[in-house]
């Protein structure tokens, strides 16, 4: 079973969801099962995103709208560099954040969600978009490493309840991220595949 024009999949959630892990577990499992599946992430590891991640998350602060403007730019280059050209290769691309972050981050930062949504018009609409939903509390505790700028209690809190509220407006599809790993991981799996054979039965032979 493998998709025919590729399938776009997002994990979101707030910083320590577990976002990663469970990106890289889907790819292992569809891997498993023959498909041809890629991670990626947001930001990426293109130039604007390699600047982002190492000058405006742990060093220097900007205003949230230049932060809007500067991951949007780097989504057009993820978009047009990676995420299209593995779809075309009729791949199931994972994307380890996505413009909903830029919703949520941003937005809980008092930018306008309309303006976001403006500037993030150029980004394809995935074919499933799940939230890993967590407590700001619990989220903060699983982060070791040194957190970012944007890792904060009080931000966090806003982050999650603008996701709440893309979950309730149908935009995310929502898990409980605090569940055992492994349950997590079989709910993204079983929502993954039933959209791969959705695709399937869709797709002109």
């Not at 949230?64 to 993820?78: G, M």
């Not at 799940?130 to 505790?141: F, T």
Request: charged share 25%; net charge neutral.
């Amino acid at each position: 079973m493998q998709p025919k024009g590729g399938v776009f999949i997002v994990i979101e959630g707030i910083d320590g969801a577990g976002k990663t892990l469970h990106s890289r577990n889907l790819c292992f499992e569809l891997h498993r099962r023959g498909l041809d599946a890629r991670y990626t992430t947001e930001p990426s590891k293109n130039l604007i995103g390699k600047l982002i991640r190492y000058e405006f998350l742990h060093r220097t602060k900007i205003p949230p709208e230049a932060e809007t403007l500067l991951f949007a730019a780097d989504r057009f280059q993820h978009v047009q560099l990676e995420i299209l050209p593995m779809l075309q290769q009729n791949s199931v691309v994972v994307s380890d954040r996505y413009y909903y972050a830029s919703l949520a981050y941003q937005g809980a930062q008092n930018v306008s969600l309309e303006w976001i949504r403006n500037v993030n018009r150029f980004a394809p609409k995935p074919d499933l978009a799940i939230y890993l939903d967590v407590p700001a509390e619990v989220a903060m505790a699983r982060i070791r490493r040194g957190k970012s700028l944007l890792e904060r209690i009080d931000l966090e809190t806003r982050v999650r309840e603008i996701y709440l509220d893309l979950v309730r407006g149908n935009e995310l599809t929502y898990i409980d991220g605090n569940q055992p790993i492994e349950t997590v991981d079989s709910e993204i799996l079983n929502l993954t595949l039933e959209v791969i054979s959705r695709t399937e039965r869709t797709s002109p032979t």
